[in-house]
């Protein structure tokens, strides 16, 4: 066996020269005298006499040779250290004709002993609800797969969209599952200054636990560490150029800055690459937002972080992958680019970016000029993404205004790739998304789950009132935003909400209307007299049908908690995670992963969409939409007869919520109605 062979031909050979090593030291100081040191060549002659490697000719054996500060911290590591030092297999002598170590290749992972894995897990794909593994039972990025876990770098000068696309990626990302967080440079510059630099403990040497022989060297080099008995990780003393103890000095010096910099101006001058400090000051902020991400990934549980910042200049950037590196090799680093090229997407986005943070409540004409001289002063030292990337093999997206053009390099991972395809899909054009249920059915009046059934008589007076208020809010809308534009002004004067869209009134006479059902008799129903309507394009989508219920199909909640008590406790424990027993049952995750490309699609067309859904689906588009957490996903209530309206926004989206009036055939809209649980014991 291969672990017989190693420990014949390894480890009684290496006991043996630690021992001699030992007794070769001890000699030097029970037999000589301290004036006259021994001769390394008599050590290498003894050594070799036995076929062992000789001690390092470094050692010495007697510390008043050393300097009096490296001789008492070498005494306090006694003889251990000394033996450790022995046998490091770097310190071989030069002079040494023993053979080296044999290399010994790893044994693959199927081979049957005990030899513990060498190389590096499969990093794959992880769907949650469509993927299963021994580590990942629920389909999630284990903690142990790092390699599969990604940090999103965004790239470009302001008012470029950044935000804007990392709001939309999180939520996408966290919708599907993954865990995801945005981290925003900016808005711990505007809430935290003055910080300490950005060291992680993970990194600093002082909070190391560390060997005697290296302890020694520090303490040689930075005196003996501060105690005060109340942390174990106390701050060394500071030193300036000369050695000098300077903490009181410190501590005056960083009380100064932090009340400095709680009051430094944010304009345009703290942008400038000439400012030193504001520099200084925002890469620190920078490389601590980076280490909240990391730690988010590493110790937190996360999937992807999102570093949302400028990250302008090619050194900032390597700054960057040095860092994430040295923290963590394996981890995957994405950086995302957006250019703007078009004026008046830039005007639009220069529109939000003064009713942001840093100029609310400020002159709009002086809050763009500053803004416009905050723009040049990045572009000053601003670095594309491109050459230094490519020859370093970094994964990089760039997105040019927002989705018209997409470049991307070297993506060679599932999530990377999978946000290709989304970024692909972005378009700022307004337009209306509506989410309804079908009209009453068969089975809803019975209660049965699933099934096939035709609507009822009420269900069918349903979708002509669906027909007629959608055909009244589509000509509404179109008026209304042709308002709104005609009236918009730039810069904007206080007061002005029009939305920063960069389209023009010609391409909002434009506009299509999509009518989108599923394949069940009851939505196509649903959407009847829409179809009959030659101003609206009907399809009839697979994707869309409702959750499959295995073998209860056609059964009632109360018969299936009657009957499978077991199976009604599992779902109601965990309804996400559920799935449904028999050929062809899903859960929640299942139904999420098959509206990922509906999902896409919406975002990708520049028309008005009707969608006539089922209970699960709706509460899964409305999930992603509205940002709902997973725990919201399952339990949202979703009735028959109420509908929804979904503006997206380049700042989010505006929401609407309509309650179908039976007795008047129409809908009434309930103001500032926010999703809400359904009732307990409801499905």
């Given at each position: 066996m291969p672990s017989t062979v190693l420990l014949q031909d390894f480890s009684f050979p290496k006991a043996k020269q630690s021992a001699l090593a030992k007794k070769t030291v001890m000699s030097g100081h029970l037999g000589q005298n301290p004036s006259k040191p021994s001769s390394p060549s008599k050590t290498f002659e003894s050594s070799e006499q036995h076929g062992f490697l000789p001690p390092p000719a470094v050692i010495t054996s007697h510390p008043q040779q050393l300097q009096p500060a490296m001789a008492s911290a070498m005494r306090a590591t006694s003889g251990s250290a000394i033996h450790d030092l022995t046998e490091t297999p770097n310190a071989r002598s030069v002079n040494s004709t023993a053979p080296s170590s044999p290399r010994i290749p790893p044994l693959r992972q199927n081979s049957g002993t005990q030899t513990p894995r060498v190389r590096p897990h499969a990093t794959t794909l992880n769907i949650p609800g469509m993927t299963r593994s021994k580590v990942s039972p629920d389909g999630r990025i284990p903690q142990r797969d790092v390699a599969a876990k990604l940090v999103i770098v965004m790239?470009?000068?302001?008012?470029?969209?950044?935000?804007?696309?990392?709001?939309?990626?999180?939520?996408?990302?966290?919708?599907?599952?993954?865990?995801?967080?945005?981290?925003?440079?900016?808005?711990?510059?505007?809430?935290?200054?003055?910080?300490?630099?950005?060291?992680?403990?993970?990194?600093?040497?002082?909070?190391?636990?560390?060997?005697?022989?290296?302890?020694?060297?520090?303490?040689?080099?930075?005196?003996?560490?501060?105690?005060?008995?109340?942390?174990?990780?106390?701050?060394?003393?500071?030193?300036?150029?000369?050695?000098?103890?300077?903490?009181?000095?410190?501590r005056k010096?960083?009380?100064?800055?932090?009340?400095?910099?709680?009051?430094?101006?944010?304009?345009?001058?703290?942008?400038?690459?000439?400012?030193?400090?504001?520099?200084?000051?925002?890469?620190?902020?920078?490389?601590?937002?980076?280490?909240?991400?990391?730690?988010?990934?590493?110790?937190?549980?996360?999937?992807?972080?999102?570093?949302?910042?400028?990250?302008?200049?090619?050194?900032?950037?390597?700054?960057?992958?040095?860092?994430?590196?040295?923290?963590?090799?394996?981890?995957?680093?994405?950086?995302?680019?957006?250019?703007?090229?078009?004026?008046?997407?830039?005007?639009?986005?220069?529109?939000?970016?003064?009713?942001?943070?840093?100029?609310?409540?400020?002159?709009?004409?002086?809050?763009?000029?500053?803004?416009?001289?905050?723009?040049?002063?990045?572009?000053?030292?601003?670095?594309?993404?491109?050459?230094?990337?490519?020859?370093?093999?970094?994964?990089?997206?760039?997105?040019?205004?927002?989705?018209?053009?997409?470049?991307?390099?070297?993506?060679?991972?599932?999530?990377?790739?999978?946000?290709?395809?989304?970024?692909?899909?972005?378009?700022?054009?307004?337009?209306?998304?509506?989410?309804?249920?079908?009209?009453?059915?068969?089975?809803?009046?019975?209660?049965?789950?699933?099934?096939?059934?035709?609507l009822t008589e009420r269900g069918h007076c349903y979708g002509q009132a669906l027909y007629r208020f959608i055909t009244m809010k589509r000509q509404e809308w179109l008026i209304e935003q042709k308002n709104k534009l005609a009236q918009a002004s730039f810069p904007p004067v206080p007061g002005d909400n029009t939305p920063p869209y960069p389209d023009s009134n010609r391409e909002l006479d434009e506009k299509n209307f999509c009518v989108w059902t599923s394949m069940l008799r009851r939505s196509v129903e649903t959407a009847e007299y829409f179809d009959a309507d030659d101003d609206y394009d009907v399809k009839n989508w697979e994707m869309l049908n409702e959750l499959n219920t295995g073998q209860f199909e056609g059964m009632t909640y109360a018969e299936i908690a009657k009957k499978y008590p077991q199976e009604y406790k599992k779902r109601a424990a965990d309804k996400l995670n559920y799935i449904y027993p028999g050929v062809g049952g899903e859960g929640y995750l299942q139904v999420i992963s098959r509206l990922r490309d509906m999902v896409r699609e919406v975002e990708r067309i520049t028309d008005h969409v009707l969608i006539v859904g089922h209970r699960s689906v709706c509460r899964v588009l409305m999930a992603y939409f509205m940002d709902l957490t997973r725990e919201d996903i399952t339990d949202m209530d979703v009735p028959l007869g109420m509908l929804y309206a979904i503006e997206p926004k380049p700042y989010g989206i505006a929401f609407h919520a309509y309650r179908y009036n039976e007795e008047l055939s129409t809908f009434d809209e309930l103001p500032n109605y926010k999703p809400q649980k359904a009732a307990r014991g409801s499905v």
């Open positions: 790239v470009g000068l302001p008012a470029r969209g950044k935000s804007y696309i990392t709001k939309k990626l999180q939520r996408y990302l966290s919708w599907q599952q993954h865990e995801s967080r945005i981290f925003n440079v900016g808005n711990r510059r505007r809430i935290a200054t003055g910080r300490k630099a950005s060291v992680h403990p993970k990194l600093a040497p002082e909070r190391a636990c560390l060997d005697p022989p290296v302890e020694a060297a520090a303490i040689l080099l930075n005196g003996l560490p501060r105690s005060n008995g109340s942390s174990a990780f106390a701050e060394p003393p500071g030193f300036d150029l000369n050695g000098r103890f300077n903490r009181e000095e410190k010096t960083q009380d100064a800055e932090m009340h400095e910099e709680e009051d430094e101006d944010q304009s345009a001058q703290f942008f400038d690459p000439k400012n030193e400090k504001a520099a200084a000051m925002r890469e620190q902020v920078a490389m601590d937002t980076l280490d909240e991400l990391l730690d988010y990934l590493l110790d937190g549980g996360g999937s992807v972080g999102i570093l949302d910042a400028t990250n302008s200049t090619i050194a900032r950037r390597q700054r960057i992958v040095d860092h994430v590196k040295e923290r963590e090799p394996k981890l995957g680093i994405l950086f995302i680019e957006s250019i703007c090229t078009d004026e008046t997407l830039l005007e639009a986005n220069m529109r939000l970016k003064l009713s942001g943070p840093d100029y609310r409540d400020k002159d709009p004409v002086k809050s763009l000029a500053d803004f416009k001289a905050r723009v040049e002063a990045y572009a000053s030292a601003y670095e594309e993404l491109g050459e230094y990337e490519e020859k370093r093999d970094f994964q990089y997206i760039q997105m040019v205004d927002v989705g018209r053009k997409l470049i991307q390099h070297r993506l060679t991972g599932f999530l990377s790739n999978g946000i290709a395809t989304y970024l692909g899909s972005f378009n700022l054009s307004p337009r209306q998304i509506w989410i309804t249920r079908h009209g009453q059915s068969m089975d809803n009046e019975l209660g049965n789950l699933g099934g096939n059934s035709p």
